[in-house]
């Protein structure tokens, strides 16, 4: 299976994934609003999401997929397993241990990542509660982020990238069962919603544990041992915790200043689901599949076929991320209007978000570019240069988020995110570039320029359409009618910007069928 079409197959799960992500954010939405129930369940989710990156996808997307990568290229897949179960097992032994003193010490955990909470009791102690509940979540996403290191290697993309569509399935049926019991806005929906969390990390956990053991990589627990192995990856996973987890550690850094603000919580956490789903569509599918492609032709000494595909990975990405970024530029209240504004979730609502989800789409093609470039690093089990530039970046936005804040609130928070996400995407293309593990081939420095025209002409368009449908998206227009007109212009905006693509040379349609099919 070749690279991109992987990464199609990631991407069109992450899509089905992102799109029930859409509407369980929509039944939240509906239910919590901006409320304070539903800022008390955002820190909840977020604290174990931040460790589950740091832990996991990023320890041991850096350090365990490549040895992992090598072992079966060069020793078998009997001395791969071997060493995916001495991994598990430690990961195992550690995360328990981590989770139960994280449990205890909860109170006093909450309290630097909620510091705004601190005068708000009620709202302070149902936090608490909530993390604790969310908290085993950790547990679970992490082994089952090393259940989708082994299956990417073995190039069974499939069952990992589906695997977040039952965490979405699972908050949808919260939801339900909220409504079935009608808790409404109150702690009680918001306690639900925890249990539901930790619920998907098992369900999510058994699912891929499945799919290990079908494709002969049954993972279980034994005794932990610390072989020379073991100590390596843990070695080379500590920078990246940090580099790996970037996205995350200035997405806590946004929460925990924001808790000192008046619903600044919720505003950033539904302008993040806007922008995430192009970036888990199309950045992360791209990073999933990269690092063991890169792994594999390195191994293999392979050096131009490794520099062809981070040129091929990085073009697709700006090729698909520039106009995502265009259009929540361009048209974010509109998008917000039709997909948030019901319930509990108000027109004032829509406003205070609106201009978060344009500060945080600048920073998206910097976001994916990120996903392209680390594994440049981290195929040749260089970890620690990724964790400087990472560091950097998370000292950029905590200034800038606490400068942009006074001025701008929410939206200068969203603001440093973007502009920490550039400095981290340019720090790693220089160095990269510097020796000589990547170049921008002649096919990139064409096309480049012809998809930024192409995204900007397609913004230009999407302004036009809104103006012509400024009526579908009123306070006083129906839900069928702001659906109907926020499909005609993201419909239009797609056809627009793959014909001025087409045109201009950017892509052309029958590469990009020719792409996906190789």
Same mark, same amino acid.
């Given at each position: ?18 799109? +029930?992500?859409?509407? #369980? ?22 604290? =174990? ?21 090598? #072992? ?9 397993? @071997? ?36 005068? @708000? ?77 930790? +619920? ?5 956990? +058994? ?24 100590? @390596? ?86 090729? +698909?991320? !520039? ?51 680390? =594994? ?111 499909? !005609? ?28 099919? #190789?």
């Amino acid at each position: 299976m070749s690279l991109l079409k992987s990464a199609a197959t990631v991407g069109g799960l992450t899509l089905v994934s992102r799109l +029930l992500g859409f509407l #369980r954010d929509q039944l939240i939405a509906f239910t919590l609003g901006t409320g304070p129930v539903a800022e008390a369940f955002f820190v909840a989710q977020r604290f =174990p999401n931040l460790f589950r990156a740091l832990f996991a996808e990023g320890a041991f997307n850096s350090a365990f997929v490549p040895q992992f990568a090598r #072992r079966i290229e060069g020793e078998g897949q009997s001395a791969a397993h @071997k060493f995916a179960m001495e991994i598990f097992s430690a990961l195992l032994a550690w995360l328990l241990v981590f989770t139960a003193l994280s449990m205890i010490a909860m109170p006093w955990l909450i309290y630097v990542i909620a510091p705004g909470f601190s005068e @708000k009791a009620q709202k302070l102690q149902l936090t608490i509660d909530l993390t604790r509940i969310c908290f085993p979540y950790l547990l679970f996403m992490s082994l089952t982020a090393l259940q989708s290191g082994v299956l990417n290697s073995l190039n069974r993309f499939t069952a990992a990238a589906a695997a977040p569509i039952l965490l979405n399935l699972v908050m949808i049926g919260s939801n339900i069962l909220a409504w079935a019991l009608g808790t409404g806005n109150s702690a009680a929906t918001g306690y639900i919603f925890a249990w539901g969390v930790s +619920l998907a990390g098992v369900a999510q956990f +058994l699912l891929l544990a499945i799919a290990c053991k079908r494709a002969g990589m049954p993972l279980f627990p034994k005794w932990p041992t610390f072989s020379p192995d073991v100590k @390596k990856v843990l070695a080379l996973s500590v920078p990246g915790i940090i580099s790996g987890g970037i996205m995350q550690i200035n997405l806590l850094i946004a929460t925990v200043i924001a808790t000192s603000l008046d619903r600044a919580v919720a505003y950033l956490y539904y302008a993040d689901r806007l922008y995430q789903l192009p970036l888990g569509v199309i950045g992360v599918a791209i990073g999933v599949v990269l690092l063991p492609d890169l792994s594999r032709k390195l191994r293999a000494g392979d050096n131009q076929a490794a520099l062809n595909s981070q040129n091929r990975a990085l073009e697709l990405s700006l090729f +698909l991320t !520039i106009p995502a970024a265009v259009a929540l530029m361009a048209i974010p209240a509109p998008i917000l209007h039709t997909v948030f504004e019901h319930g509990a979730f108000s027109a004032s609502d829509t406003l205070a978000v609106a201009p978060a989800v344009l500060a945080f789409a600048a920073g998206l093609p910097a976001f994916a570019m990120t996903k392209v470039f680390q =594994p440049g690093f981290y195929a040749r089990e260089d970890t620690k240069t990724p964790m400087r530039f990472a560091i950097i970046s998370v000292v950029i936005n905590i200034v800038a988020s606490l400068l942009l804040s006074r001025w701008y609130g929410h939206v200068g928070i969203a603001m440093a995110t973007s502009l920490a996400a550039w400095a981290n995407a340019i720090l790693l293309a220089i160095s990269l570039k510097r020796r000589g593990h990547y170049k921008m081939d002649d096919r990139l420095k064409a096309r480049l320029p012809r998809i930024l025209v192409a995204g900007l002409l397609m913004g230009l368009l999407l302004l036009l359409g809104l103006w012509l449908l400024a009526e579908n998206f009123t306070a006083t227009a129906s839900f069928i009618s702001s659906l109907w007109g926020l499909v !005609i212009l993201v419909l239009g905006g797609i056809v627009g910007y793959f014909a001025l693509a087409h045109v201009s040379g950017a892509m052309t349609l029958a590469e990009m069928r020719a792409a996906v099919k #190789r």
